[in-house]
């Protein structure tokens, strides 16, 4: 399982609901990425796509203790138990966690991978991702160039997990 997120340089990630940054390539890299493939989210973060639709082209898990909460064309799980058992059916490379601050901090100690876009800014922000620098499981694997949209610069990073290779979802 990986995780795929964009932060600013104070590991911030959204704010009032929404993302922090406009930055159509890491949209891009977002898509291409997961396209036909698991994506794993919260409640808050499925809302605040448009029309609180799921994305498109993926199999979307979506996590709520709400036992009333449906959402149309999404799988949904009430709990980590739920999650996992539900993950078992899949190709553990195919699986990405894709937020926000309540899922990644509860499942990046079972991803192997972290895809990190790092933009060049500090943001005012309410959600916060775990600091995969200052973590010592964790190491920094690949950076990318340098890339820039609406005057914001990034990269698109890499950070590996020492300790797990593949999680096997039991
Ligand atoms: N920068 C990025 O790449 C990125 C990506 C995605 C999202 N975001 C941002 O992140 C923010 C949203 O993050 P968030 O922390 O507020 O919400 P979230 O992580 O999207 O969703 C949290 C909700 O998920 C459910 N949940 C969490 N753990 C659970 C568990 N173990 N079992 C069952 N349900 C569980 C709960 O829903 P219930 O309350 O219904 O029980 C909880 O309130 C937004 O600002 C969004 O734009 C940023």
Same mark, same amino acid.
Do not use: Q
């Given at each position: 399982?990986?995780?795929?997120?964009?932060v600013?340089?104070n590991?911030?990630?959204?704010?009032?609901?929404?993302?922090? @940054?406009?930055?159509?390539?890491?949209?891009?890299? @977002?898509? +291409?990425?997961?396209?036909? +493939?698991?994506? =794993?989210?919260?409640?808050?973060?499925?809302?605040? $796509?448009?029309?609180?639709?799921?994305?498109?082209?993926?199999?979307?898990? =979506?996590?709520?203790? %709400?036992? #009333?909460?449906?959402?149309?064309?999404?799988?949904?799980?009430?709990?980590?138990?739920?999650?996992?058992?539900?993950?078992?059916?899949?190709? /553990? &490379? &195919?699986? @990405?966690?894709?937020?926000?601050?309540?899922?990644?901090? #509860?499942?990046?100690?079972?991803? /192997?991978?972290?895809?990190?876009?790092?933009? &060049?800014?500090?943001?005012?922000? &309410?959600?916060?991702?775990?600091? @995969?620098?200052?973590?010592?499981?964790?190491?920094?694997?690949?950076? /990318?160039e340098?890339? #820039?949209?609406?005057?914001?610069k $990034?990269?698109f990073?890499?950070?590996?997990? +020492?300790?797990?290779? %593949?999680? #096997?979802?039991?």
């Open positions: 399982m990986k995780l795929i997120v964009a600013a340089k590991w911030a990630i959204g704010f009032n609901g929404d993302l922090l @940054f406009d930055l159509p390539d890491d949209m891009a890299f @977002f898509k +291409k990425t997961t396209l036909d +493939k698991i994506v =794993v989210m919260g409640r808050n973060t499925l809302l605040s $796509f448009p029309g609180a639709k799921p994305l498109k082209n993926r199999t979307n898990i =979506v996590l709520t203790t %709400n036992r #009333e909460f449906e959402a149309e064309g999404c799988i949904i799980c009430h709990s980590l138990d739920e999650l996992f058992t539900e993950l078992k059916k899949y190709n /553990s &490379d &195919d699986i @990405f966690v894709v937020g926000g601050g309540k899922i990644y901090n #509860e499942l990046y100690p079972y991803c /192997s991978e972290a895809l990190i876009t790092k933009v &060049d800014a500090i943001a005012n922000a &309410d959600t916060f991702l775990h600091n @995969f620098d200052e973590d010592e499981n964790w190491y920094l694997s690949y950076a /990318s340098v890339h #820039e949209n609406n005057g914001l $990034f990269m990073n890499t950070y590996k997990n +020492k300790t797990i290779e %593949n999680y #096997e979802f039991k």
